[in-house]
């Protein structure tokens, strides 16, 4: 960290911050990275483009329930007979976009709860990880369903679902980071300064503290895309008919032992994404740990 | 000892009040949000007449405080109430569902653990090595997949497809214990592990990577004795707290992890009754099972601090 060398020179870690958002850059230098960026990119690929490339309506009927593939249904027939390769490159949309949606908002929020806990007086502090704590004694799935339960399964409830479950977690995590930092020269010279109570949050800190919160994002997406699928597995997420990769586990596991594909191709997607998104997660963590602070979870 | 009291009472009366916090956030949950109970309950069929009589009945009508003093004097008092769907008492039906998710909880604990700790271990003392790496990578891969999806897996390899040596699901006949049918949780105990084992492996191997750095260990070494002893003896003892906080962590993901879980192999436990009464908005069962999963999560808490507490004098100052 640069000192002070006179009066006027602010003490700022512009290399610091700068060398955070180079974060994802130097990242690349291990290959579990690049690994996991073309997996991600694989199945996003799919989710995005997959749409238009299905040969069918997803929620057409082409052929009776769990045939073999076919012709008109290169990979065969789901539970009720629509066209399995079709469903698949529809159901990706759902599922990622709300898990996106989700994470962001949580990680958003919790961001700005931590920050402002772990910068301000005891009292802010103590209500703010009170509250958080309160949260915290529920696991996450037990609050979702909570909350579902009271509000029914629509899409927007559910992306306020996977944030605040989040929210709590990545609180932590933002708060301690912001304790770290906030003792620091460059933080004083701007209260000093007269900056903002803002300006100082998300012009000083947020800046420096990038990498823990990189990493949380993507632990996050992770997890967000796991209750996701979970709760579509369940019935309490995406509704059928809708096409999509945790409905699709569910509606075909009566079929598993002889059409095993229909279930197996969403979670070969799951999988691949979920691990693809904790490849480059852990690859942000090795580059990020190699310089100021070890990254945990 | 006043000390030791005073930082129990202390975590226990945290304790009480994050569980007191949560009655309300319940409470708040089902009765405040749009939509009240009455309206759930009935759902599409409801007409004016219905919801006032259903309402009265659940005493909606009254203020908000005096429904939450009742609401609580009935859970503190276990009084409560009969499932909306089954008209079975809640008590039963939790009861059971309770124990069979402790009996699949302390299942997945010991085979955990010990599993945790020697896999640590090893990849500790080979740490940087092939073997390390190639652990370290399947553990990351373990982490990420969602915990279904991996009972999907292992149904797919060892029930439904590939072998046909376990059950898919359990099918456990209602009232007959599940000792009487052990096979039924094999899968479950399986997937569970498999989720789980990442963290705690991973604390292991931290804490003995930072143990075997340390002098008494050189030391150790120096006098010639035995690598194993050297492990056993003194590497170990001295991880363990950290192996603890572990366990205790461990316990409170499987506590959310035992839920979706049970759901898919249709195990008869809370989990698996928590997500049926979601379904069919059985607030009744819903309210009740929340509130214990709470309850457990405080305790095991609780608890985990206070071992932590125990074996680590050390920390004790910092109280």
């Given at each position: 960290?640069?000192?002070?060398?006179?009066?006027?020179?602010?003490?700022?870690?512009?290399?610091?911050?700068?060398?955070?958002?180079?974060?994802?850059?130097?990242?690349?230098?291990?290959?579990?990275?690049?690994?996991?960026?073309?997996?991600?990119?694989?199945?996003?690929?799919?989710?995005?483009?997959g749409?238009?490339?299905?040969?069918?309506?997803?929620?057409?009927?082409?052929?009776?329930?769990?045939?073999?593939?076919?012709?008109?249904?290169?990979l065969?027939?789901?539970?009720?007979?629509?066209?399995?390769?079709?469903?698949?490159?529809?159901?990706?949309?759902?599922?990622?976009?709300?898990?996106?949606?989700?994470?962001?908002?949580?990680?958003?929020?919790?961001?700005?709860?931590?920050?402002?806990a772990?910068?301000?007086?005891?009292?802010?502090?103590?209500?703010?990880m009170?509250?958080?704590?309160?949260?915290?004694?529920?696991?996450?799935?037990?609050?979702?369903?909570?909350?579902?339960?009271?509000?029914?399964?629509?899409?927007?409830?559910?992306?306020?679902?996977?944030?605040?479950?989040?929210?709590?977690?990545?609180?932590?995590?933002?708060?301690?980071?912001?304790?770290?930092?906030?003792?620091?020269?460059?933080?004083?010279?701007?209260?000093?300064?007269?900056?903002?109570?803002?300006?100082?949050?998300?012009?000083?800190?947020?800046?420096?503290?990038?990498a823990?919160?990189?990493?949380?994002?993507?632990?996050?997406?992770?997890?967000?895309?796991?209750?996701?699928?979970?709760?579509?597995?369940?019935?309490?997420?995406?509704?059928?008919?809708?096409?999509?990769?945790?409905?699709?586990?569910?509606?075909?596991?009566?079929?598993?032992?002889?059409?095993?594909?229909?279930?197996?191709l969403?979670?070969?997607a799951?999988?691949?994404?979920?691990?693809?998104?904790?490849?480059?997660?852990?690859?942000?963590?090795?580059?990020?740990?190699?310089?100021d602070?070890?990254?945990?979870? | 000892?006043?000390?030791v009291?005073?930082?129990?009472?202390?975590?226990?009366?945290?304790?009480?009040?994050?569980?007191?916090?949560?009655?309300?956030?319940?409470?708040?949950?089902?009765?405040?949000?749009?939509?009240?109970?009455?309206?759930?309950?009935?759902?599409?069929?409801?007409?004016?007449?219905?919801?006032?009589?259903?309402?009265?009945?659940?005493?909606?009508?009254?203020?908000?405080?005096?429904?939450?003093?009742?609401?609580?004097?009935?859970?503190?008092?276990?009084?409560?109430?009969?499932?909306?769907?089954?008209?079975?008492?809640?008590?039963?039906?939790?009861?059971?569902?309770?124990?069979?998710?402790?009996?699949?909880?302390?299942?997945?604990?010991?085979?955990?653990?010990?599993?945790?700790?020697?896999?640590?271990?090893?990849?500790?003392?080979?740490?940087?090595?092939?073997?390390?790496?190639?652990?370290?990578?399947?553990?990351?891969?373990?982490?990420?997949?969602?915990?279904?999806?991996?009972?999907?897996?292992?149904?797919?390899?060892?029930?439904?497809?590939?072998?046909?040596?376990?059950?898919?699901?359990?099918?456990?006949?209602?009232?007959t214990?599940?000792?009487?049918?052990?096979?039924?949780?094999v899968?479950?105990?399986?997937?569970?592990?498999?989720v789980?084992?990442?963290?705690?492996?991973?604390?292991?191997?931290?804490?003995?990577?930072?143990?075997?750095?340390?002098?008494?260990?050189?030391?150790?070494?120096?006098?010639?004795?035995?690598?194993?002893?050297?492990?056993?003896?003194?590497?170990?003892?001295?991880?363990?707290?950290?192996?603890v906080?572990?366990?205790?962590?461990?316990?409170?993901?499987?506590?959310?992890?035992?839920?979706?879980?049970?759901?898919?192999?249709?195990?008869?436990?809370?989990?698996?009754?928590?997500?049926?009464?979601?379904?069919?908005?059985d607030?009744?069962?819903?309210?009740?099972?929340?509130?214990?999963?709470?309850?457990?999560?405080?305790?095991?808490?609780?608890?985990?601090?206070?071992?932590?507490?125990?074996?680590?004098?050390?920390?004790?100052?910092?109280?």
């Amino acid at each position: 960290m640069t000192v002070a060398t006179g009066a006027l020179v602010a003490p700022t870690t512009k290399a610091q911050a700068r060398w955070n958002q180079m974060l994802l850059v130097r990242s690349f230098h291990y290959t579990r990275t690049r690994t996991g960026l073309a997996l991600v990119v694989l199945v996003a690929a799919v989710a995005v483009f997959g749409p238009w490339l299905a040969p069918h309506n997803p929620f057409a009927f082409v052929g009776a329930p769990f045939s073999p593939a076919s012709a008109t249904a290169p990979l065969g027939t789901d539970t009720l007979g629509r066209d399995l390769l079709s469903r698949f490159l529809d159901g990706g949309r759902t599922i990622l976009v709300i898990s996106l949606l989700g994470t962001v908002l949580g990680v958003g929020s919790g961001t700005i709860v931590g920050l402002a806990a772990g910068y301000s007086l005891r009292a802010v502090d103590e209500v703010l990880m009170r509250f958080v704590d309160m949260l915290l004694a529920f696991p996450g799935i037990v609050l979702a369903l909570l909350l579902i339960t009271v509000t029914g399964p629509n899409l927007a409830v559910l992306v306020g679902v996977i944030g605040l479950t989040f929210m709590p977690l990545t609180a932590r995590v933002a708060r301690a980071a912001a304790i770290q930092e906030r003792e620091s020269d460059y933080v004083k010279y701007a209260e000093a300064t007269g900056r903002s109570l803002w300006a100082i949050l998300t012009k000083e800190i947020l800046p420096n503290i990038t990498a823990p919160l990189t990493v949380e994002f993507g632990v996050r997406l992770t997890r967000a895309i796991g209750l996701m699928a979970a709760l579509d597995y369940l019935g309490l997420g995406v509704q059928p008919p809708t096409a999509d990769w945790g409905v699709m586990i569910q509606e075909n596991q009566p079929g598993l032992t002889f059409e095993p594909l229909t279930v197996l191709l969403p979670v070969a997607a799951i999988v691949v994404v979920t691990i693809g998104i904790n490849l480059v997660t852990d690859g942000i963590g090795h580059a990020a740990a190699g310089a100021d602070r070890k990254v945990g979870d | 000892m006043p000390m030791v009291i005073r930082i129990v009472a202390r975590r226990l009366a945290v304790g009480l009040l994050i569980l007191w916090a949560t009655s309300v956030i319940v409470f708040v949950c089902i009765h405040v949000l749009p939509g009240d109970a009455a309206e759930t309950i009935l759902g599409k069929q409801s007409n004016p007449y219905m919801l006032r009589v259903l309402r009265q009945e659940l005493g909606l009508s009254k203020p908000l405080l005096t429904q939450y003093i009742n609401w609580l004097d009935n859970l503190v008092t276990l009084n409560w109430g009969k499932s909306l769907v089954s008209s079975l008492s809640v008590a039963s039906i939790t009861g059971s569902a309770a124990e069979n998710t402790a009996i699949l909880t302390g299942f997945t604990m010991i085979v955990l653990t010990p599993l945790a700790i020697v896999l640590g271990a090893v990849t500790a003392t080979k740490s940087g090595k092939l073997w390390d790496n190639i652990a370290s990578l399947v553990m990351l891969c373990l982490n990420a997949i969602p915990d279904f999806v991996v009972a999907i897996i292992l149904i797919y390899f060892l029930a439904a497809n590939v072998a046909h040596l376990f059950p898919a699901a359990s099918l456990v006949t209602p009232g007959t214990s599940i000792f009487s049918q052990l096979v039924v949780t094999v899968l479950p105990t399986a997937t569970l592990v498999l989720v789980l084992l990442p963290y705690p492996t991973r604390m292991v191997r931290a804490s003995m990577i930072e143990v075997l750095q340390s002098d008494y260990i050189m030391m150790a070494r120096l006098k010639g004795m035995p690598e194993r002893r050297v492990i056993m003896r003194h590497a170990l003892r001295n991880a363990m707290g950290p192996m603890v906080q572990a366990c205790g962590l461990t316990l409170l993901f499987l506590s959310g992890g035992v839920i979706i879980v049970e759901a898919v192999f249709n195990y008869p436990g809370l989990g698996e009754t928590l997500i049926t009464a979601v379904n069919q908005r059985d607030i009744p069962v819903i309210q009740v099972i929340v509130v214990l999963v709470a309850a457990a999560c405080v305790l095991i808490n609780l608890i985990s601090d206070l071992v932590v507490l125990a074996v680590t004098p050390k920390l004790r100052a910092r109280l």
